[in-house]
């Protein structure tokens, strides 16, 4: 954001020193008014300058057939996911977690951005992930997969 305070900065005492027509008060603060403006929609507009939107979208909710609680309290949750072959389940989110594979099989993993991902998730692995963005899972394979997430959250409170 700092480089866009210092874009209009410039903008406005090139103005000012180039003689642009822009010879009164009203005039300066209208055209600074402006700048922001435009500015701020560009902003707005495009994505590789905003920040990008970090939504929480919980998986139990959109998908409440795949994903159970098995156990909640202050510090996780803990939640069953199971994906029949063919099934699929709703656009999420994940915050940190732990998962461990009770039963594997191979998955498609839909991206926000339109890539995909295939996991070939073995039984009895056990892994670690930091938040997951928006995506969808789709059951591949010709088996059941079935894994229990643990979700962190609270660290050391």
Known sequence: MKWF???IQALLLTAMF???GTNNQSEMQALEKSER???KALVDTDTTIAKPLHLDIDPVQVSPDKFKILLENEH???VQYSLKPGEKDNWHTHP???SYVVSGGKLKVHLENGETLIADEKTGTASWMDFVGRH???NIGNA???IVLTEIKAANK
Request: glycine share 4%; charged share 25%.
């Open 76 to 78: 996780v949750r803990v």
């Open 96 to 98: 940190p977690k732990a």
């Open 144 to 146: 059941t997969v079935t």
């Open 37 to 39: 403006k435009r500015l």
């Open 18 to 20: 180039c003689g642009c």
């Open 136 to 138: 969808y899972v789709e």
């Open 5 to 7: 305070n210092f874009s």
